[in-house]
C-alpha cells in the first residue's frame, strides 16, 4: 500500500505539468506511464503564448524558448502558387511577453518537463499501468500494475486522468465521450530536407482534394509534415510507410526529402466528455477532449487544465480552501473545451471535406485570409483567440465584478516593463503562484490593511497612460487568482468590497485563516 495526495496518471505534457505545479507547492505527487519510453514520435508542436505565460509563473519559460522556434510567418499556397503570406511573428506585441507561438515539438518538450520534475524529486514510474479504481472512505484506491507485474495499491485524495484519448480513467468512470471521426487517414512525419518550404516558416498548400503542412523546427532544414494519406495506398491493406504519402505535393512547393525520422498515421477525433469531474476524479487533456490540429490547441488546452487545477488541489491540500473549491473546475475548463471543438471542427471540415463547393472554398481561402491579415484589428483577434490569451472564466462562481474593461474572469492584462525605470513587468508577481491584489495608481490604507489581514501580497504600479489602453481602471482593486485570472475586479479600489468577496468565498468554501509572511516577501504559509 503505497499513498499519495495526487495520482497523476498518464506522463505528457498535461500530466508533467499538473506534477511540475503541485511539487513546486509542496504537494507529493506520484505519476505513471503504461509505456516503457517517453514518446519520440509525436503530432504537437505549437506552444502558445499563454502556455509560455504559464511556464513563467513555473521558472521554466526561458528555457523553453530558447529550446524552440518563434513562428514567424505563415506562406500559404494553391496549386503550388504562393496566394498570401501572413506575418505572425511579433502578432501579440503589447498583448503578452511572448507576442508569438512558439515551435517545440511535444517529446523534446516533455524531456524538459521531465527533467525539472526529477530536480524536484518526482520521477515518472514506467512502465506502471492503472488496473482499476474506486472511491471509497474519503479516498481513492488504485490498482496499479509496476514493471515487475505485481499488482500495487495506491491510496491517493484524488485521482487525474491525464492518460489520453483512450483514457482508462475515463473507461472507468463510464462517461460518454461524444463527438465523431473524421473520414481521412493523416499522417504526420519528422524529416530533414531542402527547399523553400523549409524556410524557418509554416508553409500550407491546398489543392482541391488534398493538403499539406509544413512546420517549421529548430534547426537547418528540420521540419514536420502533416497531411492526407493517399486513398489508393488504403485499398491496399499494408501496413502504410512515408513512400504512401502523396509525393504530387512535395513537388507543388519543391521540397526535397533527405530524411524521415519518423512517419505516423492517425484518424482525427472531435469528442469532449460528458463530465471532467466525477468524486475525487478528474480528466484533463486528450482525455477529456480531443479536436483537430487546427490552430495548435490541443496540448495548449491539456496544459491550461492541469494550472486550473493544480492551483486549486494545492489549496484544497494545504488547508486553505475546502474540496468545494475544486467544483469551479469542471465548468470553468469544460465550457472552452466544447467552444473550442465546434470552432476547430468548422475550420477543419472546410479543409478536408470533400466535393466540389469544399474545393473552391480552399482555393479561395486562402487569398481571403492573405487580405484580412493586412489589418492590424484582424491579426490582434486572431493571435488573441489563437494564443488563448482571450480566454476567460466569467461566468465561473469564482468570478465578479468589473473594473474599466476587466472583468472578473478574465485574465490579468500584460503590461510591458518600464526600462527607463528598472520596473519589471506586472506579471512579474505571479511568479509566486499564489492570492494576490493588484492596483494600478494608489491604494488605500484600509486596502493595504485587509490585505496583510488575509495574507494577500498587495503590488502597487504607478499609474501611467498605457494602462488604461489595456483595459485596467486607475485605482482599481485587481484581486488575482493563482493562475493570473482576475477573481475580482472592483473599479473604486474599495477594501470593503474585498473583504465581502473574501468572506462570501470563505463562507462557500470554508477557506482557512491564512497569515501573512513574516518575511515580507507577500507569500501564504
Same mark, same amino acid.
Given at each position: 500500500?503505497? &499513498?499519495?495526495?495526487?495520482?497523476?496518471?498518464?506522463?505528457?505534457?498535461?500530466?508533467?505539468?499538473?506534477?511540475?505545479?503541485?511539487?513546486?507547492?509542496?504537494?507529493?505527487?506520484?505519476?505513471?506511464?503504461?509505456?516503457?519510453?517517453?514518446? @519520440?514520435?509525436?503530432?504537437?508542436?505549437?506552444?502558445?503564448?499563454?502556455?509560455?505565460?504559464?511556464?513563467?509563473? #513555473?521558472?521554466?519559460?526561458?528555457?523553453?524558448?530558447?529550446?524552440?522556434?518563434?513562428?514567424?510567418?505563415?506562406?500559404?499556397?494553391?496549386?503550388?502558387?504562393?496566394?498570401?503570406?501572413?506575418?505572425?511573428?511579433?502578432?501579440?506585441?503589447?498583448?503578452?511577453?511572448?507576442?508569438?507561438?512558439?515551435?517545440?515539438?511535444?517529446? &523534446?518538450?516533455?524531456?524538459?518537463?521531465? /527533467?525539472?520534475?526529477?530536480?524536484?524529486?518526482?520521477?515518472? %514510474?514506467?512502465?506502471?499501468?492503472?488496473?482499476?479504481?474506486?472511491?471509497?472512505?474519503?479516498?481513492?484506491?488504485?490498482?496499479?500494475?509496476?514493471?515487475?507485474?505485481?499488482?500495487?495499491?495506491?491510496?491517493?485524495?484524488?485521482?487525474?486522468?491525464?492518460?489520453?484519448?483512450?483514457?482508462?480513467?475515463?473507461?472507468?468512470?463510464?462517461?460518454?465521450?461524444?463527438?465523431?471521426?473524421?473520414?481521412?487517414?493523416?499522417?504526420?512525419?519528422?524529416?530533414?530536407?531542402?527547399?523553400?518550404?523549409?524556410?524557418?516558416?509554416?508553409?500550407?498548400?491546398?489543392?482541391?482534394?488534398?493538403?499539406?503542412?509544413?512546420?517549421?523546427?529548430?534547426?537547418?532544414?528540420?521540419?514536420? #509534415? $502533416?497531411? @492526407?494519406?493517399?486513398?489508393?495506398?488504403?485499398?491496399?491493406?499494408?501496413?502504410?510507410?512515408?513512400?504512401?504519402?502523396?509525393?504530387?505535393?512535395?513537388?507543388?512547393?519543391?521540397?526535397?526529402?533527405?530524411?524521415?525520422?519518423?512517419?505516423?498515421?492517425?484518424?482525427?477525433?472531435?469528442?469532449?466528455? %460528458? +463530465?471532467?469531474?466525477?468524486?475525487?476524479?478528474?480528466?484533463?487533456?486528450?482525455?477529456? *477532449?480531443? *479536436?483537430?490540429?487546427?490552430?495548435?490547441?490541443?496540448?495548449?488546452?491539456?496544459?491550461?487544465?492541469?494550472?486550473?487545477?493544480?492551483?486549486?488541489?494545492?489549496?484544497?491540500?494545504? =488547508? +486553505?480552501?475546502?474540496?468545494?473549491?475544486?467544483?469551479?473546475?469542471?465548468? %470553468?475548463?469544460?465550457?472552452?473545451?466544447?467552444?473550442?471543438?465546434?470552432?476547430?471542427?468548422?475550420?477543419?471540415?472546410?479543409?478536408?471535406?470533400?466535393?466540389? $463547393?469544399?474545393?473552391?472554398?480552399?482555393?479561395?481561402?486562402?487569398?481571403?485570409?492573405?487580405?484580412?491579415?493586412?489589418?492590424?484589428?484582424?491579426?490582434?483577434?486572431?493571435?488573441?483567440?489563437?494564443?488563448?490569451?482571450?480566454?476567460?472564466?466569467?461566468?465561473?462562481?469564482?468570478?465578479?465584478?468589473?473594473?474599466?474593461?476587466?472583468?472578473? =474572469?478574465? +485574465?490579468?492584462?500584460?503590461?510591458?516593463?518600464?526600462?527607463?525605470?528598472?520596473?519589471?513587468?506586472?506579471?512579474?508577481?505571479?511568479?509566486?503562484?499564489?492570492?494576490?491584489? *493588484?492596483?494600478? /495608481?494608489?491604494?488605500?490604507?484600509?486596502?493595504?490593511?485587509?490585505?496583510?489581514?488575509? /495574507?494577500?501580497?498587495?503590488?502597487?504600479?504607478?499609474?501611467?497612460?498605457?494602462?488604461?489602453?489595456? /483595459?485596467?481602471?486607475?485605482?482599481?482593486?485587481?484581486?488575482?487568482?493563482?493562475? =493570473?485570472?482576475?477573481?475580482?475586479?472592483?473599479?473604486? =479600489?474599495?477594501?470593503?468590497?474585498?473583504?465581502?468577496?473574501?468572506?462570501?468565498?470563505?463562507?462557500?468554501?470554508?477557506?482557512?485563516?491564512?497569515?501573512?509572511?513574516?518575511?515580507? @516577501?507577500?507569500?501564504?504559509?
Amino acid at each position: 500500500m503505497a &499513498e499519495a495526495p495526487v495520482l497523476i496518471v498518464g506522463a505528457g505534457p498535461t500530466g508533467l505539468v499538473l506534477a511540475l505545479w503541485l511539487a513546486k507547492a509542496g504537494i507529493p505527487v506520484r505519476i505513471i506511464d503504461r509505456s516503457a519510453k517517453p514518446g @519520440t514520435a509525436s503530432r504537437a508542436v505549437g506552444v502558445q503564448a499563454r502556455t509560455l505565460e504559464f511556464y513563467r509563473q #513555473l521558472g521554466i519559460a526561458r528555457e523553453v524558448v530558447d529550446a524552440g522556434l518563434p513562428f514567424a510567418a505563415a506562406n500559404l499556397w494553391v496549386r503550388g502558387r504562393k496566394a498570401a503570406r501572413v506575418p505572425f511573428g511579433d502578432m501579440g506585441r503589447g498583448i503578452s511577453p511572448y507576442p508569438y507561438m512558439l515551435m517545440y515539438p511535444q517529446d &523534446e518538450h516533455e524531456r524538459l518537463l521531465s /527533467g525539472h520534475l526529477n530536480r524536484l524529486g518526482v520521477k515518472v %514510474e514506467r512502465p506502471t499501468e492503472l488496473v482499476g479504481f474506486e472511491e471509497a472512505g474519503g479516498c481513492i484506491r488504485a490498482r496499479l500494475k509496476p514493471t515487475d507485474g505485481t499488482e500495487e495499491v495506491c491510496e491517493a485524495a484524488y485521482l487525474a486522468g491525464c492518460d489520453g484519448a483512450h483514457s482508462t480513467v475515463r473507461h472507468g468512470l463510464g462517461l460518454n465521450f461524444a463527438g465523431g471521426t473524421y473520414s481521412h487517414l493523416f499522417y504526420v512525419a519528422d524529416i530533414a530536407g531542402s527547399g523553400p518550404a523549409l524556410n524557418g516558416e509554416f508553409n500550407g498548400m491546398l489543392d482541391t482534394a488534398d493538403f499539406l503542412a509544413v512546420f517549421p523546427l529548430k534547426g537547418r532544414g528540420r521540419g514536420r #509534415l $502533416i497531411g @492526407t494519406v493517399r486513398d489508393s495506398a488504403l485499398a491496399h491493406g499494408e501496413a502504410l510507410t512515408f513512400e504512401d504519402v502523396s509525393a504530387r505535393m512535395f513537388g507543388y512547393l519543391d521540397l526535397c526529402i533527405d530524411r524521415v525520422n519518423w512517419f505516423s498515421t492517425y484518424h482525427v477525433h472531435h469528442r469532449v466528455a %460528458e +463530465r471532467f469531474r466525477v468524486g475525487r476524479v478528474f480528466l484533463l487533456g486528450d482525455a477529456a *477532449h480531443v *479536436h483537430s490540429p487546427v490552430g495548435g490547441q490541443g496540448m495548449n488546452t491539456g496544459i491550461g487544465d492541469a494550472v486550473n487545477l493544480a492551483w486549486k488541489l494545492a489549496d484544497v491540500l494545504r =488547508g +486553505r480552501a475546502a474540496p468545494t473549491l475544486l467544483d469551479s473546475y469542471e465548468p %470553468e475548463r469544460i465550457a472552452f473545451a466544447r467552444r473550442l471543438v465546434a470552432t476547430t471542427d468548422t475550420v477543419f471540415a472546410v479543409i478536408s471535406r470533400p466535393g466540389p $463547393i469544399a474545393a473552391r472554398v480552399r482555393l479561395i481561402a486562402p487569398r481571403l485570409l492573405g487580405a484580412l491579415f493586412r489589418l492590424r484589428s484582424v491579426r490582434r483577434f486572431m493571435f488573441r483567440t489563437i494564443s488563448q490569451t482571450a480566454l476567460n472564466y466569467r461566468r465561473s462562481s469564482l468570478s465578479q465584478g468589473r473594473a474599466g474593461r476587466v472583468r472578473g =474572469g478574465d +485574465r490579468l492584462p500584460w503590461l510591458a516593463p518600464e526600462m527607463r525605470e528598472g520596473r519589471a513587468d506586472n506579471f512579474a508577481s505571479l511568479e509566486t503562484r499564489a492570492w494576490q491584489v *493588484h492596483v494600478y /495608481g494608489e491604494a488605500s490604507p484600509d486596502l493595504a490593511a485587509v490585505c496583510q489581514a488575509n /495574507g494577500f501580497a498587495l503590488h502597487t504600479f504607478a499609474w501611467r497612460p498605457a494602462m488604461r489602453r489595456t /483595459g485596467l481602471r486607475r485605482n482599481a482593486l485587481y484581486l488575482v487568482r493563482p493562475d =493570473g485570472y482576475v477573481a475580482l475586479a472592483d473599479s473604486k =479600489g474599495r477594501a470593503a468590497e474585498l473583504e465581502r468577496y473574501w468572506s462570501a468565498l470563505a463562507a462557500c468554501h470554508s477557506v482557512a485563516a491564512r497569515q501573512p509572511d513574516v518575511s515580507g @516577501t507577500g507569500k501564504l504559509r
